[in-house]
């Protein structure tokens, strides 16, 4: 566990802001999403000076790794901007009462009614993926009269040291025009446009990595680009380079603090000078567009345990009342975590068990053979750096109910998301008339 102010050990308990983490368990039920409020507090703050260091810039957070109106509002009084990456993204941002000039629309098949939706809505910067979307935005924007802001995703095709499922820069990836195929003349046909406004460059290369040379390697490659179109008469803007910094789930990965995500981007902003200097570019608006290490360390899910079932010399499973439900990411990415059986937090791990979840497939683990205090049926096991694509990938598979989440702020825990009951389940169900 990479133990802070906010998430420590007391007395063998595990403590989450001002809270024991059992108490919360025992006041909000399992299984629970909790997110710490000053933790996403600290690391914006820190991303938003690192950026001060480089000079004129946004960070903006990626709402798709958790997306919940309390927490925008939260990140909005830290000076972050914003990523959506569909209508109901775009909503959020609204309903939180956000600045929709810092706001970016991403997404590589944005619907015709989401087009609209951005430009009716006002988003400073739809970042176009396509050439249907550039046909498409550029008529509804000259209709709407006012031409749009546009960055173009370009894939500069550096390979992150990362999983697999989760690059996405490599050669044939769905997102971006390549830097060595389409971007060029795509870039050129923007400007053309009497609807669109050519403004910059994005490019995104993957999540969870900790090295910073792929980085460098993405600036190098896009400054080069730069100078392409520089060399026709078109200037960039702004420069957004994405998010993907890695955050720790297991003793395997760094520990990172506030300070170290600063440092990832105070190295981005360095060598963006450094390159558009040897470039004899402008120096771009950088943009970033961190999302998991925002709020990824800052969510802990409790959960109760349920059935336990030793296979001797196999495995031994720990079932919980959660699953991949609430957090699909070993279903998806045999993603893997850390957990503490909360009120042994300080003992020593002295087994090797499967977090199992309740779902109804062999594959619904949210942890697998990882070390654990010795867990009992009732007791409450919290796993670490939940906080990002887990309430946001959630879903109501089995018609499991989507988990609440409290937010912990010093002495405060509230809900931002309300439990929901088995009505809110059917709530969209119906019977044609027929059947009555
Ligand atoms: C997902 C995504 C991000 C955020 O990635 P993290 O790994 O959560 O930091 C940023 N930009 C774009 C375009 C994305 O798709």
New binding site residues.
Partial sequence: MNTRDTLFVKDNDLYIGGFKATDLAAKFGTPLYVMDAAYIAEVADAFVSAMKTYGEGGV?F?N??FATVATAKLAAKHGLWF?V?SGGELYLVKQAGVDMKKVLF?GNNKTPREIDEGIAAGVGYF?VDSFNEIELLDKKAAEAGAPQDVLV?INPLVTAHTYEA?V?AAPGSK?GFAVDGDAFETVKDIVSRKGLRFRGL?V?I????YDHSSYDRAVEVITAFMRRLADEGIETDILDM????GIYYTEKDPHFTPRRYAYTVENIGRKVAECAEKEGIRKPFLIV??????V?EAGVTLYTVGAIKDFPGIRKYVAVDGGMFENPRYALYESEYSAVVASRAGEPETETVTLAGKCCESGDIVAKDIPLQHAETGDIVAVFSTG??NYSMASNYNLNAVPPVVLVDGDRADYIVRPQTYEDLLRNNEVPDWMN
């Fill in positions: 903006a990626a798709k790794a990523d990456v991403h970042v995703r989760v996405t997102f994005h995104h993957g999540s969870q990595i994405g998010g993907g910094y567009e961190p999302g998991r290490s925002i990824g990002a694509y």
